[in-house]
């Protein structure tokens, strides 16, 4: 199933200011996880080989929760549209914030195991 993002053009360009660096983007990133009443959230990175020369430091970052996921009948309307205000303590950009660290950005929902 093919899913595209929509934007709201007059809050877009506080996106683009909100995030000039990756510690800030992780930042957003983990109080979404806070919002969603997490009690556990972890972050795992894997680094680029030494071998392979890359200006980047990491391939991969994952910040994995146990907090309330969005049901599937709001996905759209709460992840897909970028920059809305559906939420009631935020602005609805977070998730953008990954854009500020990669180009690829997975969303999945699982339970979180912790070993």
Same mark, same amino acid.
Request: charged content about 30%.
């Given at each position: =199933? ?12 506080? *996106? ?17 996880? +806070? ?7 972890? +972050?795992? *990175? ?16 994952? +910040? ?28 609805? +950009? ?10 690829? *950005? ?6 979180? =195991?912790?070993?």
């Amino acid at each position: =199933m093919k899913k595209t993002f929509k934007t709201n053009g007059k809050l877009l360009s506080q *996106v683009f200011s909100s995030y000039s660096n990756t510690f800030d983007a992780l930042c957003e990133l983990i109080n979404n996880s +806070i919002q969603a009443k997490s009690k556990e959230i972890r +972050i795992e *990175v894997d680094l680029v080989d030494d071998d392979e020369p890359s200006p980047y430091l990491f391939t991969e970052y994952r +910040i994995i929760d146990d907090g309330e996921g969005v049901s599937l009948s709001e996905f759209d309307r709460k992840i897909l549209e970028i920059a809305t205000d559906v939420k009631d303590d935020g602005k609805g +950009i977070g998730r953008f914030a990954a854009f500020q660290i990669g180009s690829i *950005v997975t969303l999945t929902q699982q339970p979180m =195991m912790i070993k």
